[in-house]
DNA sequence: GTTAGTAAGGAAGGTCTACTAACAAACGTG
DNA sequence: CACGTTTGTTAGTAGACCTTCCTTACTAAC
């Protein structure tokens, strides 16, 4: 609706079909042809079509007749070949070392490597993520699919890092560079971004309205709505880190005043909700002032969420990040207070917890994004 | 990206690269085929084709000869035939009557006609609207289009009245039902999501990352990013006017406690920054008092409005509504405060402004909801 | 006035896509 | 064992866009 900016051709509408077939079998396992074209309502020509071209890309392989006996012909199974191919997922969200790993198409780690960062920027830190992209490409030990990387700061669509402050990189167009230097293709994102994704296909959240909220270092996050990511104006959306919460009269319990933030301003939640932040706050408390303090943190929280979900009528909120600091007070707070500042019919169907996926959530979602880049799939 | 669910055939490209043709005539005014050809991309051969095809439909019309002087041979413009086609536009947003038009497709008002709502809700409602549909229709002077409804509550995808409290309308087929009786296409939507459509195509807005928030009777909002009106989880997006924007420490200059509200709960953004609202707040009090309490009313609106701008990195905020209560201090505390409280790199680009449609755009919406449907073009 | 170059629009033919129709193979069921 | 059912394939058709070539009609330059 409303843009369609961009012609499109026959063409398209086969690459569109094939990654139909391609998206089904990667979520419903083997199928048959005669199930695909059931599923995708599509013709078993058509479908049949489609599925020889992946078959002889040898994306796709039969996997023999389907075990059930039914009345009629035995169906003849067609499965994805997820133990063929792998893709390189980096993750470079943490300032001291940049992540990486070999993962297979079902979203498990084969290969685990770090660099520590050292505090390099600039043209230095690209050279050290090319090193990184270029070790995994080498120990994988299959054809890899691309190399796909979360990366902090603003990124936009064609993978040009627009602002990365932390690596000093502005306008460096590093999908396109590092295709180029390792010949595969690459596919770049911000890294909140990038988690939602991966919580999205991995982590089975419904995608009908779904925020995930990533808690580190700082504060980030990931939006799909409608099924589809959003970008933004600037490709900006999601940068919640640095909305100011606290202010003259919503001090925290114990604050003199706002905290000053690496912005330059103060009171973003950012300066309440990173793990930082969180840590300091509870630290030496016994535990019910420590949980007090956290359920503090979590209304804040609560606040900043209303409108949000509100606006955009949200089904799911994720929170990415550790779960003892977390899953607890600050959840059960900010529910409440969703909950609370909300219309019972937005805030009845939402559903606040925490993620499913761990430590490795980045990851996943670098792997979804060279599936989603290359195959069509998510 | 993200979930193709559905087959895409090569007669659905054509229908694209049709309304394709359309859009850009609708926006640019008659242009050549060549022209056509060069701004869709398509070769002159399709575009030829798709214009004839329009040219049979009577939907387009050729406009003789370019007058400029050129090189080579002259070309032949085709234009829309915008004169010989109408729309049907009604707003229900008002309780007190239902407001309707018939209006050209460059958004022009021809005809208008309103009945006094009289309370009536139910069937009884609907046979109201579906008499002044009625109306309507014998009052236009030429083919009419289809039909565009603005409503309240929460309207799906295909036109169903979910919940309209107002109109005590639940699961309403109303665009069916409509179109069945008066056998013309019926298109429906929310009424802010109807005004930001308005908004979108023929205020000007820019329609990457742009909010819309009606203020009349209650507060509602419309939200178009990247280039898409977003529906939500349970077609409810927009629903700003029930988040809790006043709170014991919150409250505003006067007030003993936050006020009630019709939704059953206390301090939403709905009962301060309504029309009722407003009116109320500023009744008898001498300018100067006034604009502090507007500013008020608007430092709590910016408040609410900081994560949601963060969150989507919006580009453009627009206030419909009475110019004389919120082109004022209410919108300069807004912009003060969502700047105070977002990142610079987030406001900095943002522009928070009066809608330039007035009264009519939401007749103008349902107008532009019935041409994106019908034809493809907004 | 004539010739060359340029641009617009149309006609013919080719390729690609998905569809319908018809069929052979392989299986339960009565 | 004949029959209906389901699967997957083959052959033919309709639609959509493309490339190529042609005519028409104009400007620019000699």
Redesign the interface.
């Given at each position: 609706?409303?843009?369609?900016?961009?012609?499109?051709?026959?063409e398209?509408?086969r690459a569109?079909?094939r990654?139909?077939v391609l998206?089904h079998l990667f979520h419903s396992g083997p199928t048959s042809r005669a199930d695909l074209a059931r599923a995708?309502?599509?013709t078993r020509v058509t479908v049949s079509d489609l599925v020889s071209e992946l078959i002889e890309e040898g994306l796709v392989a039969e996997r023999g007749v389907r075990a059930e006996a039914r009345v009629g012909k035995p169906a003849t199974l067609v499965g994805m070949c997820t133990e063929d191919f792998q893709v390189v997922a980096i993750d470079l969200a943490d300032d001291a070392s940049f992540r990486g790993a070999v993962m297979s198409l079902v979203g498990e780690v084969l290969v685990r490597r770090s660099v520590p960062a050292e505090g390099r920027v600039g043209a230095d830190a690209l050279e050290l993520l090319a090193e990184l992209a270029s070790e995994l490409l080498a120990a994988a030990t299959r054809p890899v699919i691309g190399v796909g990387i979360g990366s902090p700061g603003?990124v936009d669509r064609d993978g040009v890092v627009v602002?990365a402050p932390n690596r000093a990189w502005y306008g460096v167009p590093l999908a396109e560079q590092l295709s180029t230097r390792l010949g595969v293709p690459v596919h770049v994102a911000n890294d909140a971004n990038t988690r939602a994704l991966g919580e999205?296909t991995y982590g089975g959240a419904s995608?009908?309205?779904l925020?995930v909220l990533i808690v580190g270092q700082g504060v980030g996050?990931g939006?799909?709505?409608?099924?589809?990511?959003?970008?933004?104006?600037?490709?900006?959306?999601?940068?919640?880190g640095?909305?100011?919460v606290v202010d003259d009269?919503?001090r925290l319990p114990g604050d003199a005043e706002a905290a000053p933030c690496a912005?330059g301003?103060r009171g973003?939640l950012e300066t309440v909700l990173s793990v930082p932040a969180l840590r300091r706050r509870i630290d030496g408390l016994d535990p019910q002032d420590a949980d007090a303090a956290l359920a503090s943190v979590g209304r804040l929280h609560g606040v900043?969420?209303?409108?949000?979900v509100?606006?955009?009528?949200?089904?799911e909120v994720l929170l990415s990040g550790p779960a003892e600091l977390l899953d607890g007070p600050v959840r059960q707070a900010a529910l409440d207070t969703v909950r609370?500042?909300?219309?019972p019919?937005?805030s009845e169907?939402l559903s606040l917890r925490m993620a499913t996926l761990g430590e490795d959530a980045a990851l996943s979602g670098a792997a979804v994004l060279v599936l989603?880049g290359q195959l069509?799939v998510?």
């Open positions: 609706m409303l843009r369609p900016m961009v012609k499109v051709l026959p398209h509408a569109h079909n990654a139909l998206q995708t309502e599509l603003v602002e999205y995608g009908e309205g925020l996050a939006i799909v709505v409608d099924g589809m990511l959003l970008k933004g104006h600037r490709d900006a959306a999601g940068e919640l640095h909305v100011t009269h919503d912005c301003r973003c900043t969420l209303a409108p949000v509100s606006a955009l009528n949200l089904a609370e500042r909300t219309m019919a937005v169907q989603s069509g998510s």
